[in-house]
DNA sequence: AATGAATGAGCCTTCATTCAT
DNA sequence: GATGAATGAAGGCTCATTCAT
């Protein structure tokens, strides 16, 4: 309710105060802190989602008084935002789309790549696999954040593949081709992830160790290139 | 875990003496508040999931009382398993997954049927959607429920679509392989469901009318008949 | 922040929801629990202003719940507006502005019995006095309510004395004389009650026992007759 | 009561090693950050009232540390105090009470130069005028700083007031009188400032220019005049 | 059988204050 | 001397649940 109306000074209070509420100075004490905030929070939006997280699990967890997220932060919902580009960051870092390769691989090659590079990063372990959690939740229940995040990182990502399936695909594809391809490709990925716990319950002889992601890569670059080679011949 | 770890809800009180926790008498006005129950948690759970979900919100659209939940089905987390057991039958009966199809009909078409029966079962709206979008909360935190559903109505359809792609295989095709091809198949059609709004964002053009759907069906079935079709040549 | 965009349902749960959030039901059960907690707001609210009042400390005296001034009134403020109606309907029930005299009487007499009833109601103790606290500060912090107030209360009264004034004035008077006029009778009432705590040091032998308001009403009286007949004379 | 007795804050600290908590040094930086400090503070706590002023806004305002107030004035409380102090010396220092009138003046002038003066004090602007706002609020919540006001400052002026009324209500007038009559006086003048929030919400058209003061002073003086003449034909 | 007023734990946030640097 | 990161108590509010009726 509006009783108080009397606060014309507030916005002094919130938009300027907190010193280094934009940008975190590396080095510096608060800065340590604002890292395991972040860390910590991976871990428990990962485990229990936004809503169901509390900013004291998250700050006991962290080792941090229960107004550190507040005062680092403003509040819960613009931590869970720096937490989900932290991740995103970590996880591109760890696992980059072309794991290396030259841009001017084989196309075959590159596509191979950047399954593997895709599998690796959403079935690691630790801060990357919170990253995956997180992603599934917003697909749920999308949050401010995620227009954020597919400006910055996810459409980078998908002109990545669309441009190698474009060269599979040759110059007479349309480009609403190669933009359906690109989601088959990436659903392909995404469903061992996302579906687990179904594919964990239909093949309980399923497991997700290095071998396998690798196995797994193997099937969905063959049973995509062959898809796509054949569509090319087909125009 | 149990849809939700954060609030002691699940003590599993088969208690006092609630008069219809067990069964519903269909006929009764008990059993119809239920019903309206029911079908108002779907849509609640469905739009902000199970945490966000508030008995009042669910009362209130039901028309009943704020203690009814508590009344008819012990707590919010029976409501849920009811609601979730409801809603897959309801799918289910609208869109059976050969599509009338015969038996003996084409492997070809045989799959592109399942692949549009599919489609359009995530894709309806209103009570069926419903189930779509608590399956996919299920898919993050599943619950007891998940089990029982895979082993009833998922794993029949599992094998279905299994035995079309064997067809599709040849004879010399290994079981892992046309696993794969099934998890290839069916992943292409839940990427557009699940990940529904980072696609919005990539290609805000990009809509789920019927038309549309039949043109995803298309695409999904020439690809993936494409690939396994190549496979079987390659073995 | 807006994280939590998904809660499009929450409207039914603040709009309906709460049974008789508009009006109570005099007699019920529910009844006595909204006078208690009106009771005791009016005097905490009084006592220590809105703003530091907390909701604790009303339901701790008013015998309630924490949760009961949520579940009655919605939040702190709504209560607040209630306290604020109820008071001055208290105030009012026992002062009313006439003083039982007849609307025909000399004007003279309707306006010593209007200062009188104003200084009564203003002076009075227990909840009565609460309001006149409340009022003043709404002069400092005017919140939502007072619109509400002077609509509903405050003006209807100020009509009642600007009529008695005219009378006093004469019919060439004009009607921003009438106003100034009006205003200079009410400022003489209210201020003994604004600035009593530098009365009080002032002139430490003032007291405010009915009688010493009996006298303050009739040197207020003649002073203001005094002067509205010779600005009537000076037209 | 002191300013607020609902934080533990009073705890008359003569502490510890600040280095300027009783004198400030005129000159120095430091001096320069206390009188910033004061400013800002005269303005928020005249705005937003002592509570509802944070720490924050006040040294951002000041353009200093949010510890600066605790290092320079103890608490937020002594602060207030030091605020009170330097808004009525400004107050008066800007409108003497007599207005440049000569003490032989008629008492007719006299009065009217007195409410001139005291209605110009109220109304004008900036740090003047919390001085004003500052008062209103001693009044709900009167401070140990009330007495000392009121001996200093109030005081003096009753006197003046009193004085020029006693002329006019000539040798036989009673002390009681007198003061009756100069709260008459005083409080007309008041009461467009304390009741402002009313008043505009009555009489939206009535705004405070300095034609309107001018107005204003003019009928509070005729009728103040006329009343006094009026009673001293009375006696 | 069904209601709805009442409960109390718990949540996020705010804020004056402190203390190591 | 001055800073600002960190503190912890406290506030308003929400919500699933209970229980007298």
Not at 175 to 204: K, T
């Amino acid at each position: 309710m509006i009783v108080d109306n009397s606060n014309g000074c507030f916005k002094y209070a919130f938009e300027m105060g907190r010193p280094s509420l934009a940008k975190p100075r590396l080095g510096s004490a608060q800065a340590k802190t604002r890292q395991q905030l972040i860390a910590a929070a991976a871990a428990v939006f990962a485990e229990v989602g936004f809503r169901a997280a509390t900013v004291r699990a998250i700050c006991d967890r962290a080792g941090a008084n229960i107004a550190a997220i507040n005062y680092h932060f403003g509040d819960k919902g613009k931590l869970y935002l720096e937490v989900l580009r932290f991740t995103q960051e970590e996880a591109l870092e760890k696992y980059p789309t072309n794991l290396g390769l030259k841009a001017d691989a084989p196309p075959e090659l590159r596509l191979k790549a950047f399954i593997r590079s895709f599998l690796f990063r959403i079935f690691d372990e630790g801060p990357i696999a919170w990253h995956g959690k997180l992603m599934s939740r917003e697909m749920i229940e999308p949050t401010a954040a995620l227009d954020a995040l597919v400006a910055e990182k996810i459409r980078p990502q998908a002109q990545q593949l669309s441009s190698i399936i474009r060269e599979l695909l040759g110059p007479s594809a349309t480009l609403r081709q190669s933009r359906l391809c690109g989601m088959s490709v990436v659903s392909q990925c995404l469903f061992y992830h996302h579906c687990r716990p179904v594919v964990s319950r239909l093949f309980p002889d399923q497991k997700f160790t290095r071998n396998d992601i690798e196995n797994l890569a193997e099937h969905i670059a063959s049973f995509s290139i062959a898809a796509i080679k054949q569509l090319a011949k087909n125009q």
